[in-house]
């Protein structure tokens, strides 16, 4: 973030929590959303997809995680306590404040997201050369 606004680095990805605050400094002028919905925060900047490149969609995602095998008496309990608390109000308008939204369906659909993200940052890196597909 410093070096961008200090003009070292010309464009970068950030998450809002972090660029918020410096594009209301003044400091940065923000060029578009890289997810696929437009934010609360900025509802006129477009989406990367609505400005010429379609089905680009990419996000920065965080979770809790326990090891392989944690018994289910530790994780259900957990899963269902993290469950409430997204749904609660003080939680949720932390993160809108935050442009963070939190993703429905519990332990099952984040194991999904996380195997749909590895594919997809996988494929990418295959294309670019960096990974064997």
């Given amino acids: ?3 961008l606004i200090a003009g070292r680095l ?3 990805f950030s998450p809002a929590s972090t660029a ?3 594009i209301e400094a003044g ?3 923000p060029l578009a959303w890289s997810s696929m919905a437009r934010g609360r925060s900025l509802p006129h900047l477009p989406t990367l997809a609505e400005s010429g490149l379609p089905g680009f969609d990419t996000s ?3 979770g809790l995680l326990a090891p392989v095998g944690t018994p289910d008496s530790i994780r ?3 899963a269902e306590a993290i469950t409430r608390a997204l749904k609660s109000e003080a939680v949720i308008n932390a993160f809108r404040a935050q442009e963070i939204e939190p ?3 519990g332990p099952v659909a984040f194991a999904k997201h996380i195997a749909d993200e590895t594919a997809k940052w996988a494929d990418v890196a295959a294309k670019a050369g960096l990974a064997k597909p």
Wanted: aromatic fraction near 10%.
């Fill in 76 to 78: 259900e309990p957990l």
């Fill in 1 to 3: 973030m410093q070096d």
């Fill in 60 to 62: 920065i995602w965080f």
């Fill in 103 to 105: 993703l429905e369906g």
């Fill in 27 to 29: 400091n940065l002028r």
């Fill in 10 to 12: 010309q464009v970068m």
């Fill in 20 to 22: 918020l605050p410096q």
